[in-house]
């Protein structure tokens, strides 16, 4: 079982939004604003999405945003397109002794 | 252009050794904090070890004992030395840069470590 718990699927049509949620404790997302998100498609190696809660890293597009509430972070992806089609993962910090954890994933279809 | 390729996974049987490498090219593995991150067969992302520019080390509780991450700066190169293996740490291995925020900007692709007798 993972540490972070994110639904198993979400779905969404074309040009929609869709949100996935990855809930922790206090010592991991509560505690800390180092919550990242990756995205894998099958076969790939996972790809920065968002880290630090809500930052982007260059070359991601402006649909994808992260924000957090309490012990639950949340990855928001608008406008849906045909290659956003993938396996997402949350990932945060949660002290110097167990250091990461990472969510379960969530599989996203577009419809 | 920032390059990650693991090496060395296999089929190993119960309680014996493998060492993955992980070649980095574009950065330098010596001044980035470096991350092995596994994914067992139909399951999540794991992390499992991490090694800082000043050598720190940090390992999850389900590997601390039996892996040692290392690197060598001449080759510029990650490893991870893996002993009593188990079933279940079959999966596959990445090696990943680490980025700020514990967050990781480059990943490999992955090699494969089936541990079965």
């Known amino acids: 079982q993972s540490a972070l718990t994110q639904p198993r699927s979400v779905s969404g049509s074309p040009g929609q939004s869709v949100t996935i949620s990855c809930t922790g404790t206090s010592s991991d997302v509560g505690g800390y604003n180092y919550v990242s998100w990756y995205q894998r498609h099958p076969g790939k190696a996972p790809k920065l999405m968002i880290y630090d809660v809500s930052e982007r890293p260059s070359g991601v597009p402006d649909r994808f945003s992260g924000s957090k509430s309490g012990n639950t972070a949340s990855l928001t992806i608008s406008g849906l397109q045909s290659e956003d089609e993938a396996d997402y993962y949350c990932c945060s910090y949660a002290g110097s002794y167990t250091f990461v954890v990472f969510g379960g994933g969530t599989k996203l279809t577009v419809l | 252009e920032v390059q990650l390729v693991e090496s060395g996974g296999g089929l190993v049987q119960p309680g014996g050794s493998l060492r993955l490498s992980c070649a980095a090219s574009?950065?330098?593995?010596?001044?980035?904090?470096m991350n092995w991150v596994r994914q067992a067969p139909g399951k999540g992302l794991e992390w499992v070890s991490a090694i800082y520019s000043g050598g720190s080390t940090y390992y999850s509780d389900s590997v601390k004992g039996r892996f040692t991450i290392s690197r060598d700066i001449s080759k510029n190169a990650l490893y991870l030395q893996m002993n009593s293996l188990r079933a279940e740490d079959t999966a596959v291995y990445h090696c990943?840069?680490?980025?700020?925020?514990?967050?990781?900007?480059?990943w490999g692709q992955g090699t494969l470590v089936t541990v079965s007798s």
């Open positions: 990943a840069r680490g980025n700020t925020g514990y967050s990781s900007d480059y």
């Open positions: 574009g950065f330098t593995v010596s001044t980035n904090y």
